[in-house]
């Protein structure tokens, strides 16, 4: 019985190479709200800096729903959070901003095997390569809006608090999702993670206007391995100062 539900999964995905599919992901994506002593608990173990924690705090608290958007065809993708005015503390601090990707830019081509994301975190323009995701595909299903989605497990995350959930549709064959989830023989949905959430709350499919993928190109190649050491690097330079 498994064996062929997974065949029927497959069959789905294959389909995906004789449609021409594309369209735009609306998600939504929010934090669950804490009670003071559950926020102090989950801070306490983050930091035990007074004055970071203090910074989180705040952040948790200002922790609006923040919009996002997957544009997709056939062969590639592209996702970004909604453009707001920065023009108040508040919106500055929200973290849900940070967890749904900031000002990052996430692009995926299926064709050219390319998966990075578009970041100047660091003050120079980088374009950072996305690790494949190793899923653990369930036959535990739910409905979102008008699809039927299955459960999947991302095993391969070194998340120790919740390894990240994404709930993907076979309805519509394409391997794409939000921020760097991706890699299932169906579109992602929902994400759930450690305390987060991302949810798709409108899809457009094959609009009447023609999708038009802007490939960010701007930027130096990065490899993860790259990145992890250059992030090592400036945490050891701080602890000097």
Do not use: H
């Not at 498994?2 to 789905?12: A, D, I, P, Y």
């Not at 094959?206 to 250059?230: A, F, M, Q, T």
């Amino acid at each position: 019985m498994k064996n062929c539900f997974f065949t029927v999964l497959l069959l789905f995905a294959l389909n995906v190479f004789s449609q021409n599919i594309s369209g735009k992901v609306t998600y939504t994506i929010s934090m669950e709200a804490l009670n003071e002593k559950k926020l102090d608990s989950v801070i306490k173990t983050t930091s035990k800096n007074k004055k970071a924690n203090s910074f989180l705090k705040e952040m948790f608290k200002n922790a609006d729903d923040v919009k996002a958007y997957l544009t997709f065809t056939n062969k590639e993708s592209i996702y970004k959070i909604e453009d707001i005015l920065q023009n108040d503390s508040k919106s500055k601090l929200n973290l849900n901003r940070i967890l749904a990707g900031a000002n990052d830019i996430y692009y995926k081509n299926i064709e050219s095997e390319e998966n990075y994301r578009k970041s100047s975190t660091f003050g120079e323009l980088m374009l950072i390569e996305i690790e494949s995701k190793k899923w653990q595909i369930t036959q535990e299903s739910k409905t979102i809006g008008n699809y039927l989605c299955y459960k999947a497990i991302n095993i391969n995350s070194k998340n120790t608090k919740m390894k990240p959930i994404a709930w993907f549709t076979p309805l519509i064959p394409i391997s794409f999702g939000p921020k760097e989830f991706s890699g299932l023989p169906g579109l992602i949905l929902e994400i759930e993670m450690f305390n987060s959430k991302i949810v798709a709350t409108k899809i457009v499919l094959n609009p009447d206007e023609k999708i038009s993928i802007e490939k960010p190109n701007k930027g130096k190649r990065v490899s993860v391995k790259e990145y992890n050491n250059l992030i090592n690097r400036l945490g050891k330079n701080r602890k000097k100062f």
